[in-house]
């Protein structure tokens, strides 16, 4: 994937403050040609820049409130076949292969304690899957971001 220049982390910087903002719009904030904007979506379009509109969406208004992170060691032979039965439970929202300890680090979110350890009897089920630990999340002090990134690659 090839990096995004400044005025492609612009575009998106816009669209970050107004997400229903329409190419017109984009180009008279950004002071560019409506072509321009609109070629520049479609290439970020296309080389998978932009992220799935869902990603957007608090778990919490879905009734799941509760965040956890389970570390997950599992057999290296089984590891496609882990992976995807971890994709098949949908209060699993993110998962990554890691170095140390733990072969996967799980983010999963569920409606309270009792559901977590359901989420968990399932992903414990998954053959492959020797040992987990779990780390309920108290607060999230800061979500997800990429602004501060794209706010210095605008800069140039």
């Known amino acids: 994937m090839d990096e995004i220049d400044p005025l492609d982390a612009r575009i998106l910087l816009a669209l970050d403050d107004e ?6 719009t984009l180009s008279r904030r950004l002071g ?13 379009a296309d080389r998978g820049v932009l992220g799935a509109t869902s990603r957007r969406i608090d778990p919490a208004a879905l009734g799941l409130k509760l965040t956890a992170f ?10 496609p076949a882990t992976e ?10 993110e998962v990554h292969s890691t170095t140390g300890d733990a072969d996967y680090l799980l983010k999963v979110v569920a409606r309270d304690t009792s559901d977590l350890r359901r989420i968990t009897a399932d992903i ?10 779990t780390v309920i999340s ?3 002090v800061m979500g997800p971001r990429v602004s501060a990134l794209l706010e210095r690659v605008a800069a140039g």
């Open 124 to 133: 414990l089920a998954i053959d492959g899957v020797e040992r987990s630990g």
């Open 84 to 93: 995807s039965a971890l994709v098949q439970i949908p209060e699993v929202v």
């Open 19 to 24: 997400p229903d903002a329409t190419i017109l």
């Open 70 to 79: 389970i570390s997950l060691e599992a057999r290296q032979a089984d590891a």
């Open 32 to 44: 560019i040609a409506r072509n321009t904007a609109h070629a520049r979506l479609r290439r970020l």
């Open 138 to 140: 108290l607060d999230e």
